[in-house]
Nanobody, 115 residues
Framework: QVQLVESGGGLVQAGGSLRLSCAAS????????MGWYRQAPGKQRELVAV???????NYADSVKGRFTISRDNAKNTVYLQMNSLKPEDTAVYYC?????????WGQGTQVTVSS
């Protein structure tokens, strides 16, 4: 089992920045890819960014150039640095970890961007 705990969400004005963190515990040696997803009210959950165990990241087109995903394998933590935030970035952000054929989700953290 893997447990994921997100933190760092909050309320920010458009153009501002936030940094999300997701700390993994439990059977962390099995984790390879980790990622961030988000779900806005009335919308489906969507991919924001993923990062491999080696540190290679991929991003949704909507956040390229503004968000940066990184991970610290020694701390079993993945980060999402979000700059130039827009009101449309408002959502609950979820951390996801892939461990073999199983994946785990965190409880989510709210990000609200005011215009």
């Amino acid at each position: 089992q893997v447990q994921l705990v997100e933190s760092g969400g909050g309320l920010v004005q458009a153009g501002g920045s936030l940094r999300l963190s997701c700390a993994a515990s439990g059977s962390t040696r099995r984790i390879y890819n980790m990622g961030w997803y988000r779900q806005a009210p009335g919308k489906q959950r969507e991919l924001v960014a993923v990062i491999s165990n080696e540190g290679s990241g991929n991003y949704a087109d909507s956040v390229k150039g503004r968000f940066t995903i990184s991970r610290d394998n020694a701390k079993n933590t993945v980060y999402l640095q979000m700059n130039s935030l827009k009101p449309e970035d408002t959502a609950v952000y979820y951390c996801k970890a892939n461990a073999g054929t199983v994946y785990y989700w965190g409880q989510g953290t709210q990000v609200t961007v005011s215009s």
